[in-house]
């Protein structure tokens, strides 16, 4: 049978629209919260009010009562032995502290929002009801917040067993990798070296769906629904932890509304719906409410980074040193303890630096978790070698741009191996940035910057650059083993001729807004020869889908896309066998375009989608031949993909006010080969508003108590649409070498590039007054304290920073 949809000359390259789009638009979809199944029970978390303290005693008595209520749980009713425990698959040193992290808090509350106990009751809105009618008694104690107290000696300790607030420290030395030199030696050989502390403040991942679960424990298969990015790993992790056979667990992520690795995690409240549906013998639901998201949805960012730089005169680097303090929360989460170390192989860039030394120390703190946000560790560590170049090329009396290009790896040097020993396979820095130039007016902005200091506007004009690399398409197996990271990183897939021709994709990775639908179709569309709308994608439901390792770190494409491209390889050679035995000549004599064997040198030919009817009647097959066309592969990449680009930003700001504008933005990001335009262009834009929202608008502030002060999204600001400016985006091409498809990553590129190109335009444009960095947010307040005290607002000496919304000391925690 052959298909009713001719395929395109070629479907890669296509700016077609989403498939997925017209449901998840109309609202014709399935969320998680959505699901609604016969004898459904609804679950609320009582949450604590503070940071620290001994749980005394629980009362549910008066909640017990209360319409509706069917339970209330404590951790002594649900894990009486203590023995369940939150993974973290990521022990990044051998003598890690690994506390405990319970589905429930036992005995001690270590920030404030960890769950103390749970109300089940036949309706959402009892069960939240019911949580009032529970009375704990705390015993406060006493909270650190600030990463560097909490290393003091005298220190108060989140962990008592631990005795130490420190987590793991890990460090990379180039000398000792044999990657490069000495830098302590490079230092003191130097013309300049030059210091900084820079701090990325703490952020919470703002997805449009909160999170959500549902446990259906009545059939054979425990099965859940869950608004996860990680299935796959969820149902191993979940089998690791209660002990529940992995085959009798299968966990579905329908429609999932973001997720920026907000929900990459195993969280409590999935584990905690398990054990309550197997408690219960029926289904059970938690869904949490935007504000619960903000106080136990784990966060993200928060480091401080110490930063050396040495140069000689005329501008060549020669050394670069890193220290970073990263706040952990009070307990591991999933990969949090390594999301700095994946930073610690980008804060070189796409700079030649022949000596770095990296070193992270993890601290706890009485906080909500962190782990991963877009773009996890290469985010920070761009941002921190991004604001470097700035502040040494204003040391050493240069153009920012003339001290970049001056440092960064040529187009005929590639492949090249860093100082941080990854290979780059393929780039070339010299064309974006020439183009992002072209489409900015640089001279002509540099112009009038100057001219506006000269007559003292009041509103001075600044130009912020990020040229950017990033590594992605996370990641060769044998990398992470060399990390102690606990999995691989493979991906898995499965393509299905069905008789009609038709073709499903079983894929390992799943998406919350990629597109996968849509790429994965145009993709199979190019491989078999097939119609676009003749390819359906099968994901998140490890029952169809059971291998993989889902979506995170840009991986999807890179390597996930990669792994349907050599199914299809297996699908067209069983079909070539076929095919030859039924025009009676040699497989040799084959050639495959466009869907369809030829016979060389004939009009012979026979399209793969009849093939496909011919072996579901299995008439005439060669000896020996199943009767499938059926095809699974299983891709690990023999290295990352490298992205890269060139961010310029103009900046006016208001030096009366401290109110900072954008101007105009341009960006010109080589994401490799494009699968689909559209797709690229609204990752490009959906990462620069999470980027830019960092450098003027998030952040998580907590009191001097540990309570969450930007608890809600009237104190915690997210930029809308009418907060951002129109980007002007454009791409080079120039593929990768390591996979099939020349693909890289586009997931994460905004949000990497686009923070340290926004604060190094608003550093600019004030530098004259003696402003040398600004520290993010930078609000009206920050930027104007900085202008008219001319102090360093990043940590240094005397630095005293405004909060986040003018309101709060977000630099000591404390309410102003």
Known sequence: MTSTTEPAVTEVGRARVRKEDERLITGRTRWTDNITLPGMVHVAVLRSPVAHARITGIDAGEAREMPGVLGVYTAEDLDPEGAVALPCAWPISPDMKHPRRPMLAQGTVNYAGEGVAVVVARSAAEAEDALAGIDVDYEDLPVVLDMEQALAPDAPLVHEDLGTNRNAVWTFDSAEAGSGGDVERAFT??????????RQQRLVPGFMEPRSVVVDPTAPQLTMWSATQVPHIVKTMAAMTLGIPEHRIRV?????????????????????????????????????????????AHHGRDQIQDLTISATRDGTLTGLKVELMADMGAYLSLVGPGVPILGAFMFNAIYKIPAYHFSCTNVFTNTTVTDAYRGAGRPEATFGIERMMDELAAELGMEPLE?????????????????????YDSGDYEAATEQAKHLFDYDGLRREQRERRERGDPVQLGIGISTFTEMCGL????????????????????????PTGKVEVVTGVSPHGQGHETAWSQIVADQLGVGFDDVEILHGDTQSSPRGLDTYGSRSLAVGGIAVVKAAEKVVAKARTIAAHLMECSEDDLEFADGRFTVRGTDRSTRIQDLALAVFTAHDLPEGVEPSLDSEATFDPENFSFPHGTHLCAMEVDTETGRSTIRSYVCVDDVGAVVNPLIVEGQIHGGLAQGIAQALYEEAVFDEGGTLMSGTFADYLLPSAADLPSFTTDRTETPSTTNPLGVKGVGEAGTIASTPAVVNAIVDAVRHFGVDDVRMPCTPMRVFKAIHTGEQAAGGPGAEAGGGLGSIDAEHGGAQ
Not at 411 to 416: A, G, M, T, V
């Open 252 to 296: 579905i992520a329908p429609d999932v509304g973001g997720g920026f690795g907000g929900k990459l995690a195993v969280i409590p409240e999935e584990m905690l719906a398990l054990r309550l549906a197997q408690e219960l013998g029926r289904p059970v639901k938690w869904t949490e409410s935007r504000s619960e998201t903000m106080v136990a």
């Open 475 to 498: 990641a060769p197996s044998r990398v992470l083993g060399s990390l102690d990271y606990g999995a691989g990183g493979w991906e898995h897939a499965e393509i299905r001729m069905l």
């Open 403 to 423: 001290l970049r290009e001056k440092n960064w790896i040529r187009n005929d040097e590639f492949p090249y191996t860093t100082v941080s020993t990854l290979t």
């Open 189 to 198: 050989d130097s013309e300049v070296v030059l210091t900084r502390r820079f």
